[in-house]
């Protein structure tokens, strides 16, 4: 099973050739998106490169991970660049609701 994947604009497609894949990897740029919520937490959205579906359904080339915070290391992963954006967004969402500061004026 190949689980090789290159970008062709924002569209993933499979590599046969393991020389080819890793020179393309090399100096790809994979960033989707990235979010600062604060001073302690990201999200950050990129093209994986390799299928993390393991044989079970469409494959899976694009993760949203949070570094830091609450939701530290949670993470969704996605089949195209389209479900990658909005996964970003949802998970962006989330982080801002969970890591939010608690309003200290309670006058």
Known sequence: MNDKYTLEGQKPVLCN??????????TADRVVAKTQINDEVEVST????????????????FETMIFGGNLDQEQDRYSTWEQAEQGHKHLVEKANTVNETPDQNTD
């Not at 990129?46 to 080339?61: A, N, R, T, Y």
């Open 17 to 26: 050739d393991l020389m080819k894949w890793a020179k393309w990897y090399e």
């Open 46 to 61: 990129v093209f994986l490169g390799l299928d993390h579906s393991f044989g079970k359904g469409d494959p899976l080339v």
